[in-house]
């Protein structure tokens, strides 16, 4: 590899990262700033990199009389001394003092394109460790941080983001944003970046529907042309990303998980992992250059089996919602099967005790009224249309009316001597404990092996609350329970390597960067009203590319929220083809509309007097 073409330079005291189009550069063993955020942005080289270090050291000292170091030069930012902007880490230390000094330990190249940098706290032995590894081919670097705890008694976390990124300073900067709510997701924001703070995150154990873990920073980039610099958080958890301008026109974005409640001690000799954070540049195509650049990011580096083309699928909630019993799949099975469904799911209401959303969940069985003779049955029959069979679950709920809560009350998570909060009449169970982790491994593998399931609609339909876990520490249960679930997501695709996973949380609730890598597709949204699902969709295409999103054909009108427009058949296909095609239509409307011509319209669908909401 000749020395223009390396992706990562490292000399004593500096580094510089190469992307195709991109350079990200740091130094190391600054008096103020051990570790000093040099440049992202447009290609430069190391002797660039060497002047953007000499530059300005006395106005440097100087500007520590406000703030010192200036957090927008820093490349991990720390609560102590001067600071008064937003920080990375804040911990508190076996001495009760809450102020690190960070000082350079060492910088290691990893492989041909990762970097470690690590620093260590001057009094105390607390040490950090900076991971980066370069995406070459789509402008990105990928950072996260681990914190160590080297010494002999406990170090409390209180915040600790993944990384933190300064972007060059330039005025009139804009925020892009992909913020919603149940059934409008990712609708495309842009702000003006304003003097202080803008936060987007979420506390729901999830990243939620009320923004996308992700943002863009431009300055008068338009959709074809112009900078942009983007960054995406893979945590799958509750997470922030602040947008923090300074006085003095100093710009950095950081992010991670969300602080809030996240206090936990890590114990001696411990350390914590963060979760990946990336962050890509265009330098020149605008908007939906750098959303070029995430979408062959994913397709490396987050996209499950991106060789596997997806299935054409048919999913019943909205033709039947609870009522999901062998005599209505029967109906609705040669029906699917006639115009190319590839993969048949069976939504919400096919196991025991499911007549509605107040029973059921937690207890992995068919019903054995609406299935007397066992779920077997309808996979054979979805196998023998030619169909792949896929079933609806939500793995991580339980009802208080089923058989599993009343055998293991103590799964559910709660706190002693307050009522659980229940949403939707259901409650969280402890995925931090490995008891319950192995169950669920143990009840879904076998209902994939035994009904012979080819794919997986995995729900998770309310946020975590109440969030203590004899298996993790305080605070920690944000991080523990999604790391349980990680687990029981690896699990099922290490032992079932060609099921096909679907995440939904209500719809996008969880389409993350380390959701997607763990799960073929989000689903879209329950909005299928195909004018709505144009921003939904464009606002998910951002971030991620096409295979990574269900987007349902319906009924007209949409047989889920939607604005109730009659749109023709043509058009309801065409935006449900820009994503992974699914049909959602039933019987009898979707006859004539399915042979009709494009402006057809179908009845009504029929509606089941237990609707979902
Ligand atoms: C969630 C999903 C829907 C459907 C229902 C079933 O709301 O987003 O698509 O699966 O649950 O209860």
Not at 82 to 103: F, H, N, Q, S, W
Not at 409 to 428: F, G, I, K
Not at 536 to 564: H, K, V, Y
């Amino acid at each position: 590899m000749t020395e223009s073409r390396r992706l990562v330079e490292l000399t004593d005291d500096v580094a510089l990262l190469r992307t195709a189009g991109s350079s990200y550069a740091i130094a190391f063993g600054d008096e103020l700033n051990p570790v000093r955020h040099l440049h992202w942005g447009g290609q430069i080289s190391l002797d660039d990199a060497r002047v953007l270090r000499d530059r300005d050291p006395e106005l440097r000292r100087r500007s520590g009389a406000v703030s010192q170091p200036r957090p927008a030069d820093e490349e991990y930012p720390v609560w102590g001394g001067l600071r008064r902007e937003p920080v990375a880490l804040k911990v508190t230390l076996p001495d009760g003092v809450r102020g690190i000094v960070p000082t350079f330990v060492s910088a290691e190249q990893v492989g041909d394109d990762g970097l470690v940098v690590t620093w260590a706290d001057a009094h105390q032995p607390l040490r950090v460790c900076l991971h980066y590894r370069v995406d070459e081919a789509a402008d990105a670097i990928s950072r996260w941080a681990t914190i160590h705890n080297d010494g002999d008694a406990p170090v409390r976390i209180e915040q600790a983001f993944s990384a933190s990124w300064p972007i060059p300073v330039r005025h009139d900067v804009q925020l892009t944003t992909l913020v919603g709510r149940y059934a409008a997701e990712c609708q495309e924001q842009r702000l003006p970046v304003r003097q202080g703070v803008t936060s987007v995150g979420s506390v729901h154990g999830i990243p939620g529907h009320d923004a996308m873990p992700w943002v863009a920073l431009d300055a008068g980039a338009t959709l074809t042309a112009g900078e942009v610099w983007s960054v995406s958080l893979a945590g799958s958890g509750s997470w922030r990303i602040d947008v923090a301008l300074a006085h003095d026109g100093r710009l950095h974005v950081l992010g991670g998980v969300q602080p809030v409640d996240l206090g936990h001690d890590l114990g001696p000799g411990a350390a914590l992992d963060l979760p990946v954070m990336t962050g890509a540049y265009e330098g020149f195509a605008g908007h939906d250059g750098i959303s070029r650049r995430w979408h062959d990011y994913a397709r490396r580096h987050v996209v499950v089996q991106p060789e596997r083309l997806r299935p054409v699928h048919y999913n019943s909630w909205f033709a039947r919602y609870y009522d999901q019993g062998i005599a209505d799949q029967r109906e609705l099975v040669p029906l699917a099967a006639e115009p190319g469904v590839e993969l048949f799911v069976i939504d919400d209401g096919w196991f025991k005790g499911r007549l509605t959303d107040t029973a059921g969940l937690g207890d992995w069985t068919a019903d054995p009224v609406k299935f007397p003779n066992g779920l077997g049955e309808l996979a054979d029959l979805v196998h023998a249309h030619g169909m792949q069979f896929g079933v609806w679950i939500e793995p991580e709920m339980a009802n208080p009316d089923s058989d599993l809560l009343r055998a293991h009350p103590d799964w559910a998570l709660e706190w002693p001597s307050r009522e659980p909060t229940l949403v939707r009449h259901q409650r969280m169970l402890d995925f931090c404990r490995s008891d319950v982790r192995q169950w669920a491994v143990d009840a879904i593998a076998d209902l994939v092996t035994e009904h012979r399931v080819d794919a997986l609609k995995w729900d998770m339909n309310r946020p975590l609350t109440e969030a203590l876990s004899a298996a993790a520490p305080e605070g920690e249960i944000w991080l523990a329970q999604v790391r349980g679930v990680w687990a029981v997501w690896d699990e099922l695709r290490r032992r079932f390597p060609d099921l096909w996973l679907e995440s939904c949380a209500s719809g996008t609730g969880r389409a993350d960067h380390g959701a997607l890598s763990r799960a073929h597709w989000a689903l879209g949204s329950d909005n299928t009203d195909p004018l709505e699902r144009l921003a939904i969709q464009a606002g998910f295409a951002r971030m991620n590319p096409a295979e990574t999103i269900a987007c349902w054909a319906t009924d007209a009108p949409p047989s889920g929220l939607s604005t109730r427009a009659y749109p023709s058949l043509d058009f309801r296909f065409h935006v449900a083809m820009t994503g992974v095609l699914g049909k959602e239509f039933s019987p009898p409307g979707w006859r004539s509309p399915g042979r009709g011509s494009p402006d057809a319209r179908t009845d009504p669908p029929r509606r089941s007097s237990r609707r979902r909401r």
